[in-house]
């Protein structure tokens, strides 16, 4: 079993940076493609990025590219989210996933371990 625990959400304005963690315990993070979600109030949870295990193949929803990046650190059991340029529609809580096909996908029925969530606002 596999557990996943986010950091870095909080509370920025327009324009500003955060950098969001999700550390992994429980499994062999260098198998796994990780992904991350989001999901604003109201709304479906949404893909926005992933990293397959070798971090060799990456894939964002179009509403993030350019601004958001993701990358891992397999010694550290650890998945990254760079967000930058950071505007009020980013507002959500993000989670990370896992999955053991070790491909990413943008489809979160593909992820089988899930993290409780990070909570990011961006304020206009």
């Known amino acids: 079993q596999v557990q996943l625990v986010e950091s870095g959400g909080g509370l920025v304005q327009a324009g500003g940076s955060l950098r969001l963690s999700c550390a992994a315990s429980?499994?062999?993070?260098?198998?796994?493609?990780m992904g991350w979600f989001r999901q604003a109030p109201g709304k479906e949870r949404e893909f926005v990025a992933a990293?397959?295990?070798?971090?060799?193949?990456?894939y964002y929803a179009d509403s993030v590219k350019g601004r958001f990046t993701i990358s891992r650190d397999n010694a550290k059991s650890t998945v990254y989210l760079q967000m930058n340029s950071l505007k009020p529609e980013d507002t959500a809580v993000y989670y990370c996933a896992a999955g053991r096909h070790g491909h990413p996908s943008i489809d979160k029925g593909a992820y089988d371990y899930w993290g409780q969530g990070t909570q990011v606002t961006v304020s206009s």
């Open positions: 990293i397959s295990a070798g971090s060799g193949t990456l």
């Open positions: 429980g499994g062999t993070f260098s198998f796994y493609a």
